[in-house]
């Protein structure tokens, strides 16, 4: 009976550590070790391009089978930190905040490594587009017939003084100043370059905008800064903050 007895414990030792060494091969844990890697880009946005005037914005997405991850702008050199979580269901998505974006095209690449000996990789990739023009961004449309949205300055008066852009050199506003008055009927006008972030509205002396400069945000943003000059040349250095409405003024 000894021997049956010492037979039957040792191999509930060998199944013990039979499944002991099947668990810890199978990788675990909340970042899905042991598998092959993968990583994928989903914002800003899934396509392959971006486009915006900001020199930052924050890029992310899903991961699996991976704790670290590499992101580096490949157009300047520079790299960047990416911070990486899983939940309770073992789903994995990254971050992390990409700066110091130049003109024109940022190819970033993001490169996920596996969890053993980092010898396996996965790799996705996004263009941040900086535009030569930034103020080319914020225009609503190509003309006042197309268009189906507009700009209202969430730091005015009342914050209801709106103004749309157009690509034909038009645009209309409200009238009023936006620094002291509710805004008021909306008019046309006509609007010409200042410089690449910067627009002059022209021949419209009640239009709640006379100027605005300093320029960056985008349409796919729906959102934009500026420093504005309302009626009688008012103005702040402070940058306004322009959000994107649907319809039209």
């Known amino acids: 009976m000894r021997l049956v007895s010492g037979f039957i414990t040792r191999v509930q030792h ?4 039979t499944l002991f060494l099947f668990v810890a091969a199978c990788g675990g844990g909340g970042d899905g070790g042991g598998t092959t890697p993968s990583i994928t880009i989903l914002n800003p946005t899934s396509s392959f391009i971006y486009e ?9 997405g899903r991961i699996s089978g991976s704790g670290t991850v590499d992101v580096v702008n ?6 960047h930190t990416a911070y990486v979580t899983y939940n309770a269901d073992n789903i994995g998505s990254w971050f992390a905040d990409v700066t110091g974006l130049v003109p024109g095209d940022n190819l970033i690449t993001v490169t996920a490594y596996d969890n053993n000996d980092h010898s396996v990789t996965a790799v996705d990739s996004i263009t941040i587009r900086r535009p030569l023009q930034p103020l080319s961004l914020i225009i609503n449309a190509a003309d006042s017939a197309s268009a189906t949205n507009y700009w209202t300055d969430m730091h005015s008066f009342n914050a209801s003084h709106s ?4 690509a034909d050199g038009t645009g209309i506003s409200t009238t009023g100043n936006v620094l002291s008055e509710d805004a008021g009927a909306t008019v046309t006008f006509t609007w010409s370059i200042l410089g690449p972030d910067a627009i002059q509205i022209n021949n419209c002396p009640t239009c709640s905008f006379q100027q605005i400069t300093r320029i960056s945000g985008s349409l ?7 420093q504005v000059e309302t009626v009688n040349g008012d103005g702040e250095i402070a940058l306004h903050a322009f959000f994107l409405n649907p319809g039209t003024l």
């Open 220 to 226: 796919g943003e729906q959102q934009f800064l500026g």
């Open 74 to 79: 490949t157009t300047t050199g520079n790299s």
């Open 52 to 60: 915006t005037t900001s020199t930052g914005v924050r890029i992310g």
């Open 14 to 17: 060998i199944v013990v550590l």
């Open 163 to 166: 103004i749309a852009i157009f």
